[in-house]
């Protein structure tokens, strides 16, 4: 009723002559600003006003944006403040501080309200006397009209497109991921702040999960972040408006990526997957004995089985005590948070070193990963590196790469063969793997399991009673030989028999084993 009775003013400075109600209007950044002053109150030492304050900003309703509008009144946001008791001095200046506060909850529309919106809170003040605080949402004026606003929101993200993890990384059944920002502006149109967001993981592959450091909440038409970096996607499929200062969304420099648990250091048994077996081909006077924490291969001077006071040395090796939380992650730049979803690429080398990689039990690497999002969506998610079976040299092994497939959540791995490996725990030096020999890698929701088939030939070379790798040593240093065994279906496993021989499998020696000059008699382990 006082815009449509048009008693405007450009400054209240003073109370005199004055048939309330009037207005003082503004428009900043294309929102208009009507202050309406009205209720007079006189009292001997002040005069008090009742004040309301109404901006109509550019953004939709959310009933208008989700096509649900019903065509009352504007179409596009409107903010009310109020207060009924600003007080005055009788020569019209405010006394005190002229904050004015948000009456009620307000939502915010966005391009796609139901997945990305923001809550603007109502105002209130806590404490009394010196002691009191404004908090929630306001606006500060003075005799010339609107002097700034306090911002008091919360930006509130769809289940469908993140969704709250806990401190191990897992995606929690309910909830949905809600940020809080607080700021002053002078401008409704310039809102550029840091938001506090808790860790998320994308809705469409949560066995990723994303630690914040600093993030900032973009609103503003004028400016990005300085450091903001747009995906290519976002240039190549056409997400961007024209003017990139006008991307309006949540932007994070730094953050921790969590990866898929089924990427694991060694320590770590949450899966159940048991800890690497250990074993040693032993050469005596007695025989040759083969023997391991979960499988045995012997063959006795005359072909029979291990003596029953045979007790096998100690274990060489250490096992690591689990540890509690054993999710890889590793550092990340540029995620993005908008209209259209959640997008980044993330490249990392040297993730995880041979020396420190568990494939439930055996070594392994990653060195090189790449995961891209874009709206929401996994594009594409690859590592590679190489994986060692138990029984070869540390410093051996097959190549791979892997990617996942995001629909089913699963691994495909290519191995690369290998042509020659040596297998120091047993003797083996210069082994040739033939073709039709692989690995093969089965994932479970918390390891990956692999298998080795393996066929070929290897030398045996070794010191009497030794137990460490001889293959590097000098030919003539070496106390027992044999030119040439044959493997066929050896297989390597983590899971059952570590160390077997599949149905149709052998071993076979092409020549006699000679310990110091003398022949060995050994029978076909077939």
Same mark, same amino acid.
Request: hydrophobic share 40%.
């Given at each position: ?32 600003? =009507? ?217 994070? @420099? ?66 690591? =005590? ?22 980044? @690429?993330?490249? =990392? ?109 290897? =030398? ?28 066929? @279906? ?7 028999? @570590? ?28």
């Amino acid at each position: 009723d006082a815009i449509a009775a048009g008693n405007f003013l450009r400054r209240l400075d003073s109370l005199a002559w004055i048939d309330f109600p009037v207005i003082l209007a503004d428009t900043i950044s294309n929102v208009p600003i =009507a202050i309406v002053f009205d209720n007079l109150r006189l009292y001997p030492d002040y005069a008090q006003l009742e004040v309301i304050v109404g901006m109509e900003l550019p953004q939709r309703k959310v009933s208008a944006t989700t096509g649900q509008y019903t065509g009352a009144g504007s179409e596009y946001v409107e903010l009310y403040f109020g207060t009924p008791n600003l007080k005055f001095s009788h020569d019209g200046g405010i006394i005190g501080d002229a904050i004015i506060g948000l009456y009620s909850n307000t939502p915010i529309g966005s391009s796609d309200p139901s997945k990305f919106s923001m809550i603007l809170r109502p105002y209130y003040e806590t404490g009394t006397g010196s002691n009191t605080q404004a908090l929630g949402t306001f606006v500060r004026i003075d005799c010339d009209g609107f002097v700034e606003m306090g911002v008091d929101a919360d930006v509130l993200f769809s289940r469908d497109w993140i969704v709250p993890v806990n401190a191990n990384a897992d995606p929690l059944p309910t909830g949905r991921v809600t940020g809080s920002i607080q700021t002053i502006v002078n401008d409704w149109q310039n809102i550029l702040v840091e938001i506090d967001l808790p860790n998320f993981a994308p809705a469409s592959y949560t066995d990723v999960a994303f630690n914040l450091s600093t993030a900032v909440f973009d609103f503003s038409d004028f400016r990005n972040s300085p450091n903001v970096v747009f995906p290519p996607a976002y240039t190549q499929q056409g997400l961007l408006p024209p003017n990139p200062t006008m991307w309006r969304g949540v932007f994070i @420099k730094n953050l921790e990526v969590t990866l898929p648990r089924q990427i694991k250091k060694k320590g770590c048994n949450t899966g159940g997957s048991a800890p690497p077996s250990n074993g040693m081909l032993i050469l005596d006077e007695t025989g040759m004995y083969a023997y391991g924490d979960a499988f045995e291969l012997h063959q006795g001077a005359k072909g029979g089985p291990l003596p029953e006071e045979f007790i096998p040395p100690e274990e060489d090796v250490p096992i690591a =005590a689990a540890v509690s939380n054993c999710r890889t992650a590793i550092g990340g730049e540029n995620l993005l948070i908008d209209g259209h979803g959640v997008s980044g @690429k993330f490249y =990392a080398e040297n993730i995880i070193s041979s020396n420190d990689g568990s494939m439930d039990g055996w070594r392994y690497s990653i060195e090189d990963l790449e995961l891209e999002l874009v709206a929401s969506d996994v594009t594409g998610f690859g590592f590679g590196g190489e994986v060692g079976i138990p029984i070869a040299k540390k410093t051996q092994g097959f190549g791979y790469s892997a990617f996942v497939n995001i629909p089913d959540r699963s691994f495909n791995f290519n191995v690369t063969p290998v042509d020659t490996l040596t297998f120091p725990v047993f003797k083996m030096a210069d082994v040739n793997i033939y073709p039709g020999s692989y690995l093969d890698i089965t994932v479970t929701p918390d390891s990956f399991e692999p298998v080795a088939v393996l066929n070929g030939f290897a =030398a045996i070379r070794g010191k009497l009673g030794s137990k460490e790798d001889d293959s590097d040593k000098p030919q003539d240093s070496l106390s027992v030989k044999a030119p040439k065994i044959n493997f066929h @279906k050896l297989r390597l496993a983590t899971k059952g028999s @570590k160390i077997s021989l599949m149905t149709g499998g052998y071993l076979s020696f092409e020549s006699e084993i000679k310990e110091m000059g003398y022949n060995l008699p050994i029978a076909d382990p077939k």
